[in-house]
């Protein structure tokens, strides 16, 4: 087994020691036994350590509480602050060595360090073990419901490990198919539904339909870049109500909206309905100040036939539906204003994906960009500024435009 008890001697070669050196010397000390570490050649010999160690190791499979808090790994050293009768008790154990080391002079101490003993790293390589095992059965039940729903093609890719994140974690994935075969079966048995019924069908207990909650916003994008609509399966709502401002006309079946003040819908709303305007140009910015400062500008707004959307600092799914229905009315060209930093290039390069017609990025001193390598290329050589730094006024807009 991976995790097979190894004698404390067996340890110290496999772990602690490094190239070069040596075991000379064994000394029993009652429970602990002392080695001596040498490096020797045909013209060098010097002592360069001094290890502590338990004689007969203890095989639990349990790292005491105390000792967890400092995230031993094999290649960590520490200085630990606890009684001495405690470490005593973790040498004796197995659960820590003690690695004295020599400078040079093989006399004077250079440090004089804690590290993970063979009880520890047998206890971690049992939980490995464990996890492994636990973490192929939970696949081997998703796999088994998977089959049991025959899932569309759509979501079978979407199950699949090359089609998730490489940085998601074992658990995230296997969260992710619990929310990818949960939302399959609920589209299945009803036409409509919320996102809170995802996790509460999935999960029958108190709590359970907040089972995705933490999730939400990620995997509904990932959903999407798969190229599934959770929309058109049937998810009227996210389970939080999204405001979206804008100012502008707007039309739907529910309601209309016209210029002179800042509006809001909801993202309900959007998947519920279809928008329309009669505007020309969409402005997208990203923070609300831009927004409500345009808002008062009227005259402008209903001489350029502009409709200016807030994105709230980042794009969300709502924000894309509202932005797709609003292309294809009259919208002829889109001017994209964010904050001059990471996050405001990743809101513009998300933004441009969704246009098919001309569009311009608001750099700093009116600054004006017709395509995204190019403002990226600028953006890198730019001091990180917000976008409310440079609101500038009818004259500025006029002229971006």
Same mark, same amino acid.
């Given at each position: 087994?991976?995790?097979?008890?190894?004698?404390?001697?067996?340890?110290?070669?496999?772990?602690?020691?490094?190239?070069?050196?040596?075991?000379?010397?064994?000394?029993?000390?009652?429970?602990?036994?002392?080695?001596?570490?040498?490096?020797?050649?045909?013209?060098?010999?010097?002592?360069?350590?001094?290890?502590?160690?338990?004689?007969?190791?203890?095989?639990?499979?349990?790292?005491?509480?105390?000792?967890?808090?400092?995230?031993?790994?094999?290649?960590?050293?520490?200085?630990?602050?606890?009684?001495?009768?405690?470490?005593?008790?973790?040498?004796?154990?197995?659960?820590?060595?003690?690695?004295?080391?020599?400078?040079?002079?093989?006399?004077?101490?250079?440090?004089?360090?804690?590290? +993970?003993? $063979?009880?520890? =790293?047998? @206890? #971690?390589?049992?939980?490995?073990?464990?996890?492994?095992?636990?973490?192929?059965? *939970? /696949?081997?039940?998703?796999?088994?419901?998977?089959?049991?729903?025959? +899932?569309? $093609?759509?979501? =079978?890719? @979407? #199950?699949?490990?090359?089609?998730?994140?490489?940085?998601?974690?074992?658990?995230? *994935? /296997?969260?992710?198919?619990?929310?990818?075969?949960?939302?399959?079966?609920?589209?299945?048995?009803?036409?409509?539904?919320?996102?809170?019924?995802?996790?509460?069908?999935?999960?029958?207990?108190?709590?359970?339909?907040?089972?995705?909650?933490?999730?939400?916003?990620?995997?509904?994008?990932?959903?999407?870049?798969?190229?599934?609509?959770?929309?058109?399966?049937?998810?009227?709502?996210?389970?939080?109500?999204?405001?979206?401002?804008?100012?502008?006309?707007?039309?739907?079946?529910?309601?209309?909206?016209?210029?002179?003040?800042?509006?809001?819908?909801?993202?309900?709303?959007?998947?519920?309905?279809?928008?329309?305007?009669?505007?020309?140009?969409?402005?997208?910015?990203?923070?609300?100040?831009?927004?409500?400062?345009?808002?008062?500008?009227?005259?402008?707004?209903?001489?350029?036939?502009?409709f200016v959307l807030c994105l709230d600092g980042q794009i969300r799914s709502a924000h894309k539906q509202f932005i797709k229905q609003?292309?294809?009315?009259?919208?002829?060209?889109?001017?994209?204003?964010?904050?001059?930093?990471?996050?405001?290039?990743?809101?513009?390069?998300?933004?441009?994906?969704?246009?098919?017609?001309?569009?311009?990025?608001?750099?700093?001193?009116?600054?004006?960009?017709?395509?995204?390598?190019?403002?990226?290329?600028?953006?890198?050589?730019?001091?990180?500024?917000?976008?409310?730094?440079?609101?500038?006024?009818?004259?500025?807009?006029?002229?971006?435009?």
């Open positions: 087994m991976e995790y097979e008890e190894k004698t404390s001697i067996e340890f110290l070669n496999e772990v602690v020691l490094r190239a070069g050196e040596k075991i000379e010397k064994v000394e029993y000390q009652g429970p602990i036994q002392t080695v001596t570490i040498v490096r020797r050649s045909a013209r060098i010999y010097k002592k360069v350590a001094q290890i502590k160690v338990a004689k007969q190791p203890i095989w639990k499979t349990t790292i005491p509480q105390e000792l967890v808090k400092y995230k031993f790994s094999p290649k960590v050293n520490r200085l630990l602050n606890e009684p001495f009768e405690t470490i005593q008790d973790w040498l004796q154990e197995g659960w820590i060595i003690r690695e004295i080391r020599y400078h040079v002079d093989g006399i004077s101490i250079k440090d004089d360090v804690y590290r +993970m003993g $063979p009880a520890y =790293l047998f @206890a #971690l390589k049992y939980r490995k073990s464990k996890e492994q095992q636990q973490y192929e059965l *939970q /696949l081997e039940q998703l796999r088994k419901q998977a089959d049991d729903l025959q +899932m569309s $093609p759509l979501f =079978l890719h @979407a #199950l699949s490990a090359e089609a998730m994140p490489r940085y998601w974690s074992r658990v995230k *994935q /296997l969260k992710f198919m619990q929310f990818c075969i949960a939302m399959y079966q609920l589209a299945q048995q009803k036409d409509l539904f919320d996102f809170k019924e995802i996790g509460a069908t999935y999960e029958d207990r108190i709590g359970g339909s907040k089972m995705f909650d933490q999730e939400r916003e990620e995997f509904l994008a990932h959903l999407a870049q798969l190229g599934i609509d959770a929309p058109s399966y049937g998810l009227v709502s996210s389970g939080k109500i999204v405001p979206i401002y804008f100012t502008g006309h707007a039309q739907s079946e529910l309601a209309s909206y016209h210029l002179g003040a800042v509006h809001a819908t909801t993202d309900n709303t959007v998947l519920q309905t279809t928008f329309t305007t009669s505007n020309t140009t969409l402005w997208l910015v990203e923070n609300r100040a831009i927004l409500t400062r345009m808002a008062t500008e009227s005259e402008f707004l209903r001489e350029s036939h502009s609003l292309l294809k009315s009259s919208i002829q060209q889109v001017l994209i204003w964010t904050d001059y930093d990471e996050a405001g290039l990743t809101i513009a390069k998300k933004a441009i994906q969704l246009l098919s017609c001309p569009f311009k990025i608001i750099g700093r001193d009116s600054q004006i960009f017709t395509d995204i390598e190019t403002y990226e290329q600028w953006l890198q050589h730019e001091n990180r500024h917000e976008q409310e730094q440079q609101l500038g006024g009818v004259n500025e807009w006029k002229m971006w435009m």
